[in-house]
């Protein structure tokens, strides 16, 4: 079937397998720099600096959504890549490294031109709505990006044709002819042997389409030797490990050229000296992880986004497109005499009834609704709590309910309230002494500080979920101290007993302090409504260094703010019913919905 050596298929991996919240006002909106630069209506916010400057600058640190595509709105599974992302950004920013945050839509090919067609626009109308919808919900989600790159940008199309030109230069672009079974919804050519009955894909159900073209090619084969060098040079570039391994088994069963351009689409960038040819959406779309790094309006060209800080430090990608991350686009910037990224992580797949949540499959979850009835904390939270890093994940709202109440109401938010309730009964609200002085001798700093160190660690390592998990293990040492010291008796005691209470009220809240500052990658907004609790500023709050974890923060003479629940309990009718009469408990139809913010 296929022309010489041409080979186009690099298959997607297959499948393994009522509320509303709170009465919180939004999140508090962040103070944007001045610089802010790239002038969309979401949380972009202006990295430290994108021009290289010598010593004092601080360390970069770049890292990557997948650039969605624009056939269909945003769902749950797209979302997920952008929280976790955030996160890591977030704790990288508190470790004060430079993070240009990269994220974007990929807008070219038949996909999108045909989903275009189907809403009755043009591909540019078509791309312009579902683009900003993709701002807006990383709005919605507390997303702080850098940079929000278009495959349809000016200065995208300029870095395309210069990379191009590299590779031809390089002697690695050929012409031939090809004929196979295309997966629109893939984008790709597929191998007759993945394929299910009907020659249907088995990510999006659908049958393949038969094509035949004349097209140009990149000579990936090329490359085999010198992506076995890499990846026995650095393992890290592909993580989680496992990921590692199916990578090394695709480059040793032999790797193939593939198609870097088509001639039935016209929706793409004309591959230069050949108008009559686009470039192939992925040879096009990655190239979006490079002239992001571009400043709005300067002059645009490869070497000046290399510039402002190629490689970079971390593509986060969904497991389905680790062929394209970790096998295509490392060869081609080989091709281009281009350093390749530090590290590609290929998370797993959120489920649902064991399928990948997709637009194609239309069995996804909304994240606009999710954020609307519990909040983007619940569902940041939540999702990178309950899914391993790496892991497949399946979401049931029950769960999802059970969690954000027992870990963000119970543990943090009461804890928070009960221990704000008895100093404001008892000391005015004022800390009568330094969280130095009040630790004096205790265990408990060292624990908490021996569990900080944990979380850092994780942080940095990309086990979120255990990350969230140290950070409530504080939580829980807090609620225990709390109860067996029992400081509102020894309060009624008096003399020593009421001054060892005020100092363990103190403990607790230089605790919240730390897990504020802790949680806050995961937790924006929750973790700036307890700093602000703690009697500190939003200002404050923003300049945060993990350092600040660091026991201490805490002064004699703090004044507290007024005690309010920082997290709202979700409540469900179930469980509304069961306090009403057991007998509707049992037949009662779950519906989970607010009541309110819970009182400590
Ligand atoms: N446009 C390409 C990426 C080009 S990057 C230069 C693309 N877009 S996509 O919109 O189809 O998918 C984007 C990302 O969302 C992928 O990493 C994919 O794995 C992820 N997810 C889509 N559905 C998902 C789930 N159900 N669960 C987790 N992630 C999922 O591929």
Request: glycine content about 6%; charged content about 25%; hydrophobic content about 40%.
């Amino acid at each position: 079937m296929a022309a010489g050596r041409a080979f186009l298929g690099a298959p997607c991996s297959s499948l393994a397998a009522g509320a509303r919240r709170l009465a919180f006002a939004s999140p508090l909106p962040r103070t944007l720099t001045p610089a802010l630069s790239c002038g969309v209506r979401g949380r972009c916010i202006a990295s430290a600096s994108s021009s290289p400057d010598a010593a004092s600058s601080p360390e970069p640190y770049v890292l990557t959504t997948p650039l969605y595509y624009v056939n269909a709105p945003p769902h749950m599974g797209s979302a997920y890549t952008t929280i976790a992302a955030d996160a890591i950004a977030r704790f990288q920013r508190l470790q004060e490294k430079n993070v240009i945050f990269i994220t974007g839509t990929d807008e070219h090919g038949e996909k999108i031109a045909a989903s275009a067609e189907a809403n009755g626009r043009n591909p540019k109308e078509h791309c312009d709505a579902i683009s900003s919808s993709y701002k807006t919900l990383w709005a919605d989600l507390d997303i702080e990006y850098n940079k929000f790159i278009r495959t349809t940008d000016r200065k995208h199309e300029v870095v395309v044709n210069e990379f191009y030109s590299r590779v031809l230069d390089s002697g690695d672009i050929y012409r031939a002819d090809y004929e196979g079974l295309y997966c629109v919804s893939c984008e790709e050519y597929k191998d007759e042997k993945e394929l299910l009955e009907n020659n249907c894909c088995p990510v999006h159900l659908k049958p393949c389409v038969e094509r035949k073209e004349d097209n140009y090619f990149f000579a990936l084969s090329k490359y085999q030797h010198k992506l076995e060098e890499l990846l026995t040079r650095n393992p890290d570039f592909v993580r989680p490990s496992y990921r590692l391994n199916e990578v090394q088994g695709w480059i040793k069963s032999g790797l193939r050229d593939f198609s870097i351009s088509r001639a039935s689409v016209e929706w793409g960038i004309p591959v230069p000296n050949d108008t009559k040819q686009t470039i192939y959406v992925w040879f096009d779309a990655l190239l979006g992880y490079m002239s992001a790094l571009l400043d709005d309006g300067e002059q645009a060209s490869l070497q000046q986004a290399v510039d402002h800080g190629w490689p970079a430090s971390l593509h986060l990608i969904g497991k389905d497109i680790l062929r394209f991350h970790a096998v295509y686009w490392p060869a081609m910037l080989m091709s281009a005499g281009l350093s390749v990224p530090d590290t590609v992580f290929g998370h797993g797949f959120l489920t649902k009834d064991g399928m990948k949540m997709g637009k194609s499959l239309g069995n996804t979850l909304e994240p606009k609704d999710l954020v609307e009835r519990f909040g983007a904390d619940a569902v940041r939270y939540f999702f990178l709590r309950e899914v391993e890093f790496g892991n497949d994940g399946d979401y049931s709202e029950e769960r999802f309910i059970n969690i954000v109440n027992a870990h963000l109401a119970n543990t943090i938010g009461n804890l928070l309230n009960r221990t704000l309730g008895l100093l404001k009964k008892n000391c005015k609200s004022k800390l009568a002494f330094d969280s130095i002085a009040a630790a004096d001798g205790s265990l408990f700093r060292d624990n908490i500080e021996n569990l900080v160190d944990n979380a850092k660690h994780q942080y940095e390592n990309l086990l979120l979920s255990s990350a969230c998990e140290t950070v409530l293990e504080i939580g829980n040492l807090g609620n225990l101290y709390i109860d067996e010291q029992a400081p509102w008796s020894c309060f009624k005691q008096g003399g020593e007993s009421a001054e060892k209470a005020a100092k363990d009220l103190v403990l607790i809240l230089e605790t919240m302090r730390i897990i504020a500052i802790a949680l806050s990658p995961i937790t924006p907004s929750l973790s700036l409504r307890i700093y602000t609790q703690l009697g500190f500023t939003e200002d404050q709050f923003r300049v945060l260094r993990w350092e600040d974890t660091k026991w201490g923060g805490l002064k004699a003479g703090q004044v507290m703010s007024e005690p309010k629940p920082v997290f709202a309990r979700i409540e469900t009718e179930t469980e509304e019913d069961a306090q009403a009469s057991s007998k509707a408990a049992k037949g009662g139809k779950k519906k989970a919905r607010s009541k309110g913010l819970v009182e400590a």
